[in-house]
């Protein structure tokens, strides 16, 4: 188990705030769903965002009929615990509301769960489960480790993993999360118990425990951070919907002023020369159609580049079937649940780090204003520096205070300027960025933010490609995520100026909830991440998450960074790195199906 100091995490960028009456980041939406949130596990929407968390893996052995039938009893009597997005909104708004007013954390506190399972098991429990067509969650997460680019010989191939290969692949994804590791404990146990109790039910181990995945938030300065010391989680997507039947009450306040699908000129009506400007939340954070992340919904269906730059805020009534793209029929009982994708990925921080400090000394790379030269290249490898600042807005030191500052450290495109945003009067809830020395600037040339960066790779926002047919914008969006990532393991002493090497497994627990695990998920990894044609010839692999998925030596993977010349910082070196090393490697993982609660009570657990 990890012990960890305990702090208790601010909820997730892309849940709403409270607001005023009369609020313009609550702008009346029309055409919007009204989200069944009662039913939605929490856990995908708005996600827990706990300091503590264990992931309990579970196989369902002896699949007759009977053993069948007292899983589904076991199955319904977990119903009553699993939170729903409801009850998440309506903690996350006390917590605000009392941390505003006694202007501390730790007043209140709480602890959820989520279930997940698996399509073997789904099949079992209902026939009609069969009716999923994404090719990735019908095979498998072991099946399909190879196409991602995972090592298919040596200690981190499929057949080696702690849970998840061939010979322990999961039917079941119990998540438990919680503010403090004592309560996450408690609940854990009554898990545990309901399991025994169930087993001495049915006469043997027919429920059993495979693995059980601690994480928690690292301590103090580290908070919200990974363990190679960057900040996670920073560009989510905001989501389009309603809390209630009130068209004010949106999930996803509109806070950035000029991004709230208004058309350019607001005495006009819409029109080919009067286009709509697509509404964000924070700055750089663009709404999507919940279908994207929750079945049952609105999805995005990319339109042409010069409508609405694509992003269809008012798609016509055939959005939930029309799609571009595969993998997202499902049966109907489906409605208001997700495909959950876990891969446990163990990082080799010491190793990552020597790297970067070797680079910066081999480079002659000279310490920046705020940072060190290793932390540069780190910065150039990430396209963030550690404190999350993004290297599009602050391409040559690093600005702690931009990192911090969730209306600024997201607020970049890669093809244009973007525009600075001013205090409003009356707009109290709308988001300042009117900083012209950190403005973000058009990076075409990918000299600022090189286009093998980590955050480039895994979200090319308004880039297009020479390597991939018919990329930009629209479609871009197509392929997002709702990433809900915890570090495991202990905190290293590594750091980029003085690497630190040790054999402990420590890593990220990856969960990310989608819609379609084959246009989503694995697209962005066979497509962006383990391209390294992408987005241009020889642009290089993703140097987090890129894997060349060859054997042996031809693992060799290359990436770009751009140094600035100490003599003119509008100028860069550009230059290619080559490493055998991988620094990110899978342990264990699954693929996985969150259901509704009427799903559960209804046709998962009909006797």
């Known amino acids: 188990m990890v012990t960890t100091v305990s702090a208790i995490r ?11 009456p009369n609020d313009p980041s609550r702008q009346t939406v029309f055409n919007e769903p009204v989200l069944r949130l009662g039913n939605i596990q929490g856990a995908i929407l708005p996600g827990f965002s706990k300091s503590h968390r264990v992931l309990l893996s579970l196989r369902v052995n002896r699949r007759t009929s009977s053993h069948l039938a007292g899983f589904k009893c076991w199955l319904k009597a977990q119903l009553p615990f699993i939170a729903t997005a409801e009850e998440v909104l309506a903690f996350n708004k006390l917590f605000k509301a009392t941390r505003f007013r006694r202007k501390r954390e730790g007043t209140i506190k709480s602890t959820w769960m989520g279930l997940s399972l698996g399509f073997r098991l789904l099949c079992d429990l209902n026939r009609e489960a069969d009716q999923f067509t994404d090719e990735a969650f019908r095979a498998g997460l072991a ?26 692949e999961a039917d079941v994804l119990v998540v438990i999360e919680s503010d403090e590791r004592e309560d996450m404990l408690d609940e854990l146990l009554r898990v545990e118990q309901s399991i025994l109790q169930f087993n001495r039910a049915a006469g043997g181990a027919l429920l059993e425990i495979l693995f059980a995945d601690e994480g928690a938030n690292l301590p103090g300065t580290l908070s919200g951070h990974e363990h190679f010391n960057f900040l996670d989680g920073v560009s989510q997507p905001g989501i389009r919907g309603t809390l209630s039947a009130d068209r004010t009450d949106v999930l996803t306040l509109r806070q950035n002023p000029g991004k709230r699908d208004l058309p350019e000129d607001p005495s006009q009506p819409p029109s080919a020369t009067n286009k709509i400007s697509p509404a964000q939340g924070k700055p750089g954070q663009d709404l999507l159609w919940p279908g994207e992340f929750v079945f049952g919904y609105p999805r ?18 055939d959005s939930l079937t029309k799609r571009v793209g595969k993998g997202n029929a499902a049966p109907e009982w489906a409605t208001d649940g997700s495909f959950l994708v876990y891969r446990r990925l163990r990082q080799d921080v010491g190793g990552f780090h020597r790297f970067l400090h070797d680079q910066a000394k081999a480079l002659h ?16 490898l990430v396209g963030r520096w550690p404190s999350g600042a993004p290297v599009p807005k602050t391409p040559n030191d690093e600005n702690a205070c931009l990192g911090d500052n969730d209306c600024r450290n997201n607020h970049f495109e890669f093809q244009g300027d973007t525009d600075l945003i001013h205090r409003r009067s009356g707009d109290e809830n709308a988001c300042v960025d009117d900083d012209a020395n950190l403005q973000a600037k058009a990076d075409v040339a990918g000299d600022r933010c090189p286009f093998s960066a980590h955050i480039r790779k895994t979200y090319p926002r308004d880039d297009d490609s020479a390597s991939v047919p018919d990329l930009n914008e629209a479609s871009t969006q197509t392929h997002r995520l709702l990433r809900r990532g915890l570090p495991y393991g202990p905190v290293s002493a590594s750091t980029p100026d003085a690497p630190v090497f040790d054999d402990t497994d420590r890593g990220l627990q990856f969960l990310a909830y989608q819609t379609s695990i084959d246009d989503q998920f694995e697209f962005v990894i066979r497509n962006w991440v383990n391209n390294a044609d992408f987005k241009d010839k020889d642009s290089g692999h993703d140097p987090i998450l890129g894997q060349n998925g060859t054997k042996g030596e031809g693992r060799e993977r290359f990436f770009t960074v751009t140094i600035p010349d100490p003599a003119d910082n509008t100028k860069v070196t550009r230059t290619v790195l080559r490493t055998q090393a991988d620094w990110v490697l899978p342990t264990g993982g699954g693929y996985f199906f969150t259901p509704s609660l009427s799903a559960i009570e209804k046709h998962l657990t009909v006797l």
């Open 143 to 168: 099946k399909r480790s190879e196409m991602l680019g995972d090592p298919v010989e040596g200690p981190y191939r499929a057949e080696k993993w702690l849970v998840g290969g061939p010979a322990n």
């Open 300 to 317: 995005q269906i990319p339109v042409e580049a010069d409508d609405a730059e694509g992003l269809n805020p008012h798609p016509g009534p």
């Open 365 to 380: 790379v000279k310490d920046p204003a705020n940072a060190s030269a290793a932390r540069l290249v780190g910065a150039k």
């Open 10 to 20: 601010e909820v997730p960028p892309q849940s709403r705030v409270d607001a005023t």
